[in-house]
């Protein structure tokens, strides 16, 4: 269901990094540089429509404009064994 929420390629990965399994926090890069983390899966609210919504630990949901996302930063998190 949440893979209908993809129109392009960028919105693919952005859908496809939301549901991968261990997952690995992300930023989304819009055309004016802003990069918006989603450090969980549960932050990043795909809803129909033309933006995508991110929850903030402080509470704020950023609304993004689907055409304004021009990119996607994937960080890798390093597990630490002892």
């Known amino acids: 269901m949440e893979s209908s929420y993809a129109r392009n390629p960028i919105e693919r ?5 939301k549901l991968q399994v ?5 930023r989304i890069v819009t055309a004016k540089g802003e990069k918006i983390l989603v450090a969980e899966p ?3 609210l795909l809803l129909p429509g033309e933006y995508f919504h991110v929850a903030q630990r402080s509470g704020q949901i950023i609304r993004l404009p689907r055409s304004e996302v021009v990119a996607v930063e994937e960080l890798k ?4 064994v002892r």
């Open 77 to 80: 998190t390093t597990l630490t």
């Open 22 to 26: 261990p997952f690995n926090p992300f």
């Open 42 to 44: 549960e932050m990043l």
């Open 13 to 17: 990965v952005i859908v496809d990094l």
